[in-house]
Nanobody, 116 residues
Framework: QVQLVESGGGLVQPGGSLRLSCAASGFSFSRSQMYWYRKAPGKRREWVAGISEIGDTTNYPDSVKGRFLISRNNAKNTLYLQMNSLKLEDSALYYC?????????WGQGTQVTVSS
């Protein structure tokens, strides 16, 4: 079955960096567009980044553009999110996501807390 397992979250000071990982299995990772989302308490889930199947195209909302970098290693079936210049408002539970035919799959999330 499809599994997405995020890791790499933690507590970081404003201006710091974190690198999230998402280990994928149970589907054809190299043929799937992948996404990162986040959900903060009291806020709606927010799309954070997207990447094409071979990683040649990436997209970000303005809120993270220039600070976050999504990448992938298809040989390792792993998705990454490099987060730099972190702000207090980046604190959230971060999820990786894949949309396959007929179904939307999510990992359990990894918590990122930005605090001084």
């Amino acid at each position: 079955q499809v599994q997405l397992v995020e890791s790499g979250g933690g507590l970081v000071q404003p201006g710091g960096s974190l690198r999230l990982s998402c280990a994928a299995s149970g589907f054809s990772f190299s043929r799937s567009q992948m996404y990162w989302y986040r959900k903060a308490p009291g806020k709606r889930r927010e799309w954070v980044a997207g990447i094409s199947e071979i990683g040649d195209t990436t997209n970000y909302p303005d809120s993270v553009k220039g600070r976050f970098l999504i990448s992938r290693n298809n040989a390792k079936n792993t998705l990454y999110l490099q987060m730099n210049s972190l702000k207090l408002e980046d604190s959230a539970l971060y999820y990786c996501n894949v949309l396959l035919v007929g179904d939307d799959y999510w990992g359990q999330g990894t918590q990122v807390t930005v605090s001084s």
